[in-house]
Each structure stands twice: as C-alpha cells, then as structure tokens.
C-alpha cells in the first residue's frame, strides 16, 4: 500500500539522473514515510552511494525506482541481539547446515516468490534482482543460506559496506529455516565488529529480537563512521554444518541447480 500511495507523491520529489547524488535526507516526506527520490538505475555505483547514505530502493513491478529513507530507522545493534528460548533449543537440537554466498540468486528469488502478509505481489524484479547479483559479483552483496537434507530451505540477503550490514529480505521454507540463518549473521557481524544492522522499517518479529528504532538523523551518524571503516572479511567462515549431540552425521550434500 505505501508504494501505491507513492506513485501520487512523484510530483513532490526530486527525479534522479545521470548524477549519483541524492537530495538531503531532509528532504525526504514525512507520508509516505522516507520517499526521497524516484528514477535514476541501480548500478552498483549508485546502490552503494544510497546505502552509505542510508537510503534504499522499494518499488512494485511497472513503477519508477523509488528511493527510500524512513524516519525513525529500525536498526539491530549486534550486541542487543536476543534470541527467543524456542529459537536457542532450535539452534542446539536440529540439524542443519550453514552456508554463505552458495546460491545467492537463488535466495533472493526465494525471498521474491514467498507470500507475505499484506503485500500483494513481489518488489524483487528483475531489475533488482540484476542490481543486488551485480553488488554480490563484487562482493558487497552476501546470502546467508540453512540447508537440510541437501535442500535450501531458508535464507536472506543484505548488503554489507565497511561495519554496517543492510538486511534486504529473508525467506523460510521451513519452521525457524529463516531465523537459523538470521542468527548466525548476527553472531559472524558481532565477531567482525559491526556496528549496525539495517531492518529499515518496524516489525514485531524484529522487534522481538531485540531491534529497535532510532532517529534517521542518528542512524545516518552512525553510517558515516561505520561505512569508512574496513570491510568485514571472513564470509566464508559462516559456512559449518551443525549437528545436535548424537546425531548422525550424513555425508556432505550436494549443491542444487
């Protein structure tokens, strides 16, 4: 509903061009919430400008890129991380393996054809879709995966500059498929000193792990100092199968297609 409600808003807005720059976060409207600009492309040059700048695109099929930045933010600060008990028996007693970057198209494919509560249809086009593979060709781009039995079954995708991390959008073909893989990032960007986890705006779900909203004026501080600091390292340290006490281990399974 509130990309429906953006396309009326377009006249108010800044239209993007060749330039890279954004207008000030200021300028962003107060409804719908965080509308800051529309049109442009999503080269990975002009994705990483936004994100530094904590602004992100979110737009529906046969509308122009809209350009977003709310106020207030949801943010996870890594340390204030807090896993639900059903959640920590979950990580203990399954088993279950982990996988960074594997099929990174795949997931974001996922995340695009999983219904959601409330919205209607899907804003991971094609367009997107090209945009976030260019960023992962590079690097910036990272997929958590939870795999079982050789099969995909959760994952999500963000971006990552310097010590902050973008969460983008997450799936779940399995109970807590998601969430297993969401709690290990958390864990790995902890270890890598990250500063922030970008939610962008408020769910109850997030909330309930701990993540909270804070001022857009306050987050875009706290990207100024995180995106200029060196870029975590050690993605591939992510991948680990785990398997509870007792449990067999199966032999290594075999990638999808």
């Given at each position: 509903?509130?990309?429906?409600?953006?396309?009326?808003?377009?006249?108010?807005?800044?239209?993007?061009?060749?330039?890279?720059?954004?207008?000030?976060?200021?300028?962003?409207?107060?409804?719908?919430?965080?509308?800051?600009?529309?049109?442009?492309?999503?080269?990975?040059?002009?994705?990483?400008?936004?994100?530094?700048?904590?602004?992100?695109?979110?737009?529906?099929?046969?509308?122009?890129?809209?350009?977003?930045?709310?106020?207030?933010?949801?943010?996870?600060?890594?340390?204030?991380?807090?896993?639900r008990?059903?959640?920590?028996?979950?990580?203990?007693?399954?088993?279950?393996?982990i996988?960074?970057?594997?099929?990174?198209?795949?997931?974001?494919?996922?995340?695009?054809?999983?219904?959601?509560?409330?919205?209607?249809?899907?804003?991971?086009?094609?367009?997107?879709?090209?945009?976030?593979?260019?960023?992962?060709?590079?690097?910036?781009?990272?997929?958590?995966?939870?795999?079982?039995e050789?099969?995909?079954?959760?994952?999500?995708?963000?971006?990552?500059?310097?010590?902050?991390?973008?969460?983008?959008?997450?799936?779940?073909?399995?109970?807590?498929?998601?969430?297993?893989a969401?709690?290990?990032?958390?864990?790995?960007?902890?270890?890598?000193?990250?500063?922030?986890?970008?939610?962008q705006?408020?769910?109850?779900?997030?909330?309930?792990?701990?993540?909270r909203?804070?001022?857009?004026?306050?987050?875009?501080?706290?990207?100024?100092?995180?995106?200029?600091?060196?870029?975590?390292?050690?993605?591939?340290?992510?991948?680990?199968?785990?398997?509870?006490l007792?449990?067999?281990?199966?032999p290594?399974a075999?990638?999808?297609?």
């Amino acid at each position: 509903m509130r990309r429906l409600f953006a396309v009326n808003c377009l006249h108010m807005i800044l239209w993007l061009g060749k330039s890279l720059t954004f207008p000030p976060l200021t300028k962003a409207l107060q409804e719908p919430n965080g509308l800051l600009a529309a049109g442009g492309d999503l080269s990975p040059e002009r994705l990483l400008c936004a994100y530094r700048r904590g602004i992100f695109p979110w737009y529906s099929p046969g509308q122009p890129i809209l350009w977003w930045s709310p106020d207030p933010r949801m943010v996870l600060f890594p340390d204030e991380f807090e896993p639900r008990r059903s959640l920590a028996k979950v990580l203990r007693n399954r088993a279950y393996e982990i996988r960074c970057d594997s099929a990174f198209e795949q997931v974001m494919r996922n995340c695009g054809n999983t219904p959601r509560e409330g919205q209607d249809g899907t804003w991971i086009t094609e367009e997107i879709l090209r945009g976030y593979c260019g960023l992962h060709a590079l690097g910036y781009a990272h997929s958590i995966e939870t795999w079982a039995e050789g099969r995909l079954v959760g994952g999500l995708y963000g971006v990552a500059i310097g010590r902050a991390f973008y969460g983008e959008s997450m799936f779940a073909h399995a109970t807590d498929a998601s969430k297993i893989a969401f709690s290990h990032l958390v864990h790995f960007l902890r270890s890598q000193g990250c500063g922030i986890i970008d939610c962008q705006m408020r769910t109850e779900h997030l909330a309930s792990l701990g993540a909270r909203e804070i001022a857009r004026e306050a987050f875009a501080a706290h990207l100024s100092d995180l995106t200029a600091a060196p870029a975590m390292t050690g993605w591939s340290g992510l991948a680990r199968a785990y398997f509870p006490l007792g449990h067999a281990c199966p032999p290594p399974a075999t990638e999808s297609a």
